[in-house]
């Protein structure tokens, strides 16, 4: 009764989307909707963390205060979906940087387990366990029959403070040699002073759920710490053989000089020993400068990784990668494990920082990679993104479809495909030089794109040749947006249909997975009832003020029976009849010049669908929100029934 209910309702929501008229409430249906949209909203009864002060993303570095949640990493296998997260529990007077007012986070790691029925869209909670040993969570990788399930953990304690640790580390290299893999904290007071915390792998196999203790505590890692950037990577083959790591490191030397960097390295499995496969390995670093973003990504058709990540240095036409005097630059980069390449990786572009315009200024958010996913056996599809050549006081989104090894850049040119920020719509204006301060709380102005996301839909899997195309409009300083869109694409930036408004969102760096069924799936949290886009938490040690502990689990669902309207892309471009030359990677990219006409109808179609994106928000509560029914008390886990009612919280349908 439950499920007919809901889909009585999806059918009146999509009339109500498509049209007022009569012949339109005859007839509208499910079957000529490209998808659905439906979010479940679950409290957990535990408040998301913060985002660590001085987080540095493509929208910018943060400063003092990200007034964002911290990262979510998610994982699916058939129809359930894992997700990792770090939650609040209270707050500590920071010592380290006294004259910047800060309190310390205090945190704790968990894992949250759910179903996900595709036929309504919805999402059950399994369990939720939260690791007092992790004050932090990265990855989560699971294999495609779910009998392996694996964690990145961060953590201040040693294995022998861990129950059922072992330290993988000194059993594999007790010299410790390798960059990256062992430093010891230094104690404030003392010169260079910094806290080292240790990775862990938390690693569940065959039966045992997630919300059991975990079979394996495997320490991996001796050097997390130093600047928050980068990411913690973790990424499971599909033989369930190895695993593959690249984590954001520190690590000090003589003088008085730390080092910021990142390593790659693989395990092989069984975790229990666990041996260190040097061929898999990548080593440290992942390009020219520090280490901003390290994205992994598994592609089973090639049985090989893809690393993707982001630094504060380029090989711009063999310039140093130096701040001094303007001539600094921001490399994208893009690599293969294994490579049939001696070289590092392959720079797919790279945005200048301080040129005189000041059209370029990552501090600010100007650009840079997003996320990567496999093609199958054609490679992989990255998008990312930066000012648009044509109009450079807007962002745009690049997709980049690359090949099997980063060795095939060497016979054609790796770099992205821009598709024109007027086809994309909303107001996008990128705040140029507009005054900002790091440490107060005044929002810079500008409202440009971005949180570009992709990944595949429907039918396929990997191979599949659909994908869905995220991203946001109206992006405040520090990582803010309250406008979420999405459209289908395909790997050459052609667009399916119109761009959707929906009424949920994505945190910044977080990674959308894949359902058995087609479906993407991500979670996230914001507060108030209005949708994401206010600042999150606070830095004022009050435990409560700005926080959430609802998780809202967005489910967007491919429909087989429709059929998408094409825009075709290519012919968009080159309506004007002429190209711009743009320098991306040191290699010439072509395109873009918006035909008038062809341009003017994106606009009014991007205005329409903001237009009915306000018609959505604005109407009575009662019409759109299907709120969760009061949760039990929470615990350290929290079960849940295999049947759940009343969790969905909003149902969108699109033609």
């Given at each position: 009764m439950t499920r007919l209910l809901l889909l009585v309702f999806l059918a009146l929501t999509l009339v109500r989307r498509c049209d007022s008229s009569a012949e339109a409430h005859k007839t509208a249906?499910?079957?000529?909707?490209?998808?659905?949209?439906v979010t479940t909203k679950i409290d957990l009864g535990a408040n998301f963390a913060m985002e660590r002060p001085w987080k540095w993303r493509v929208s910018g570095l943060t400063g003092v205060h990200s007034k964002t949640v911290r990262r979510m990493q998610s994982a699916s296998c058939g129809d359930k979906l894992f997700v990792a997260f770090t939650a609040h529990k209270s707050w500590s007077p920071n010592q380290e940087f006294p004259d910047q007012n800060l309190f310390d986070e205090n945190t704790v790691g968990h894992i949250a387990e759910y179903n996900i029925d595709p036929s309504i869209g919805m999402a059950t909670l399994v369990s939720d366990q939260a690791f007092g040993y992790c004050n932090e969570m990265g990855d989560v990788t699971v294999s495609t029959d779910c009998t392996v399930r694996a964690v990145l953990?961060?953590?201040s304690l040693e294995p022998n403070e861990i129950e059922g640790a072992t330290d993988w580390m000194d059993a594999t290299d007790p010299n410790r040699s390798h960059f990256g893999w062992y430093q010891t904290s230094i104690p404030l007071g003392q010169p260079k002073a910094?806290?080292?915390d240790q990775a862990y792998i938390l690693e569940w196999t065959g039966e045992n759920a997630v919300a059991?203790?975990?079979?394996?505590?495997?320490?991996?890692?001796?050097?997390?710490?130093?600047?928050?950037?980068?990411?913690y990577a973790l990424s499971l083959n599909a033989q369930k053989t190895t695993y593959s790591v690249d984590l954001k490191t520190t690590i000090t030397s003589e003088g008085d000089t730390w080092h910021e960097g990142s390593t790659g390295f693989a395990i092989d499995r069984p975790l229990s020993p666990g041996v260190w496969n040097p061929e898999l390995s990548s080593g440290w670093g992942c390009g020219a400068g520090h280490t901003m973003g390290n994205r992994l990504t598994y592609n089973a058709g090639l049985d090989k990784w893809a690393r993707y990540c982001w630094a504060d240095g380029c090989n711009e036409l063999g310039k140093?990668?130096?701040?001094?005097?303007?001539q600094g630059c921001f490399g994208t980069f893009f690599s293969t494990i294994p490579k049939n390449d001696p070289a590092q990786s392959?720079?797919?572009?790279w945005l200048k920082y301080g040129d005189p315009d000041g059209l370029f200024d990552p501090w600010r958010g100007s650009g840079g990679p997003a996320n990567l996913v496999s093609r199958g056996a054609d490679g992989f599809l990255a998008v990312a993104v930066r000012p648009d050549p044509s109009a450079?006081?807007?962002?745009?989104?690049?997709?980049?479809?690359?090949s099997a090894d980063q060795a095939d850049c060497n016979n054609s040119p790796c770099g992205f495909k821009w598709l024109p920020a007027s086809a994309l719509g909303g107001d996008n204006f990128y705040y140029l030089d507009i005054p900002h301060d790091y440490y107060d709380n005044t929002p810079a102005e500008g409202n440009p794109l971005g949180f570009a996301s992709v990944q595949h839909i429907g039918s396929g899997g990997e191979e599949g040749k659909r994908f869905l195309l995220g991203f946001a409009d109206g992006v405040k300083f520090r990582g803010m947006s309250s406008n979420y869109?999405?459209?289908?694409?395909?790997?050459n930036g052609n667009l399916y249909g119109d761009v959707m408004p929906i009424d949920s969102g994505w945190g910044e760096e977080d990674e959308w997975a894949q359902t058995a069924s087609g479906c993407v799936v991500f979670p996230f949290t914001w507060t108030g009832d209005e949708g994401p886009g206010k600042a999150y938490g606070n830095i004022n040690g009050d435990d409560d003020e700005g926080f959430s502990s609802i998780m809202h689990v967005t489910v967007i669902c491919p429909n087989s029976d429709s059929q998408p309207k094409t825009f075709d892309m290519a012919s968009f471009l080159t309506a004007g009849g002429n190209t711009i030359t743009v320098e991306d990677g040191g290699n010439d990219s072509t395109g873009i010049i918006v035909g008038a006409i062809v341009g003017g109808a994106v606009v009014l179609i991007a205005a329409a669908g903001i237009g009915a994106r306000k018609w959505w928000m604005n109407r009575p509560v009662s019409e759109r929100d299907f709120d969760a029914q009061p949760l039990s008390p929470p615990k350290v886990v929290v079960e849940r029934s295999p049947v759940f009612e009343g969790q969905v919280s909003r149902v969108q349908s699109y033609v």
């Open positions: 249906s499910i079957s000529n909707a490209a998808f659905t949209v953990c961060r953590s910094r806290t080292i059991s203790p975990p079979d394996n505590i495997v320490l991996i890692s001796h050097s997390l710490g130093g600047w928050n950037y980068g990411h140093p990668s130096t701040f001094a005097d303007g392959r720079q797919l572009m450079p006081s807007k962002l745009t989104i690049g997709l980049a479809a690359l869109y999405v459209v289908e694409v395909d790997e």
